[in-house]
């Protein structure tokens, strides 16, 4: 009897063994390994517009490569309203802040609406970068993309030069309410006074959406048919087939990004010159920033962190656009 109810405890003992062994092996691999695990939310203005999937894709890669580093698990919390709105911003912001995330990367549709989500979320202790689109009043610690001021001047010196220094031209802006784009009008108009023979016809803005951009292109050059140039602050007409309707070379164009649809409008030559911002870098950055900042207890150098654009052109086209093969989502 002794020797039988031995055997059966042994039986037990081994068969909850085995259990246990089992249900380990079943939690998520960073908690069975002993792994810190952090959330990081992004937040971009909208989610079709090409320039914050890349982003979107730099900040998942980033958190890959930081996991794979440090031994730590990072999980990108994607926030993003569908349009723009920047009240959707602000309340992604206060879930983020209140779903426990580490911290937080966003780019703001409007500085104003969103500096108090921003302060909120920091008193809260949730560190806060902002990539493209800044909010300079908030309390985020770091932000990375180009010097808006030299992006607006550098698009009208280039669209200058390609003009001889003459002609009329017109500033296509976006949305008039995210700081960033009026930096970039403020850089374009500044630079715009270094040649006498450029006349600004107007800003023209519109809804960041590729439609309402073509339509209000086409809308100003009907109106405006003696427009020779376009300053093209963001390249948002570009994103969609057939939007700029004048004969290749008629009308010089130059416009920032350099999204694959708007590399088409350089092969076809209505564009001469495109600015390409570092959009997947936006996302990695991001991460980084706030990596360093959560796990390592690093601050960056400069709370400004600054991206150069980078110049393509018909020459270079083709090898800027095997870039995308890893921006862009599959």
């Not at 911290?103 to 909120?120: E, F, M, Q, R, Y």
């Not at 427009?227 to 130059?254: E, Q, Y």
Request: hydrophobic residues 40%.
């Amino acid at each position: 009897m002794f020797d039988k109810t031995n055997t059966v405890m042994k039986t037990l003992l081994l068969n909850a063994f085995l259990v246990a062994t089992l249900l380990l092996a079943s939690l998520p691999s960073a908690l069975a390994q002993g792994k810190k695990s952090y959330t990081i939310g992004l937040v971009a203005k909208s989610q079709g517009n090409p320039v914050f999937q890349a982003a979107r894709v730099g900040a998942n890669d980033a958190a890959k490569e930081l996991g794979e580093k440090y031994g730590v698990s990072i999980r990108i919390d994607w926030r993003t309203p569908n349009e723009e709105d920047s009240q959707k911003q602000a309340e992604a912001i206060e879930q983020l802040v209140l779903a426990g995330a580490d911290g937080i990367a966003v780019s703001c549709s409007d500085a104003n609406k969103l500096t108090d989500a921003i302060n909120n979320a920091v008193k809260n202790g949730v560190p806060v970068a902002t990539f493209d689109s800044d909010a300079p009043n908030s309390k985020r610690f770091v932000t990375f993309g180009v010097d808006d001021i030299k992006c607006g001047e550098q698009t009208m010196e280039e669209l200058a030069k390609l003009m001889d220094g003459k002609g009329i031209v017109a500033i296509l802006a976006g949305n008039p309410n995210a700081p960033n784009l009026q930096r970039r009008v403020q850089g374009a108009k500044a630079a715009a006074k270094k040649y006498p023979g450029i006349q600004i016809r107007d800003t023209y803005y519109h809804k960041e959406t590729p439609q309402d951009a073509a339509a209000r292109v086409e809308q100003v050059m009907q109106a405006n048919p003696d427009i020779g140039g376009w300053c093209m602050i963001g390249g948002w007409p570009l994103f969609t087939d057939n939007a700029l309707k004048w004969s290749p070379g008629s009308v010089k164009c130059v416009s920032v990004d350099a999204l694959p649809p708007e590399l088409a409008y350089l092969r076809s030559g209505h564009v001469q010159l495109l600015l390409a911002q570092q959009v997947y870098e936006w996302g990695h950055r991001s991460v980084e920033h706030l990596f360093d900042k959560i796990h390592l207890k690093k601050e960056p150098s400069s709370v400004h962190d600054i991206s150069p654009l980078i110049p393509v052109t018909k020459q270079n086209v083709e090898e800027f656009a095997k870039n995308w093969d890893k921006w862009l989502p599959k």
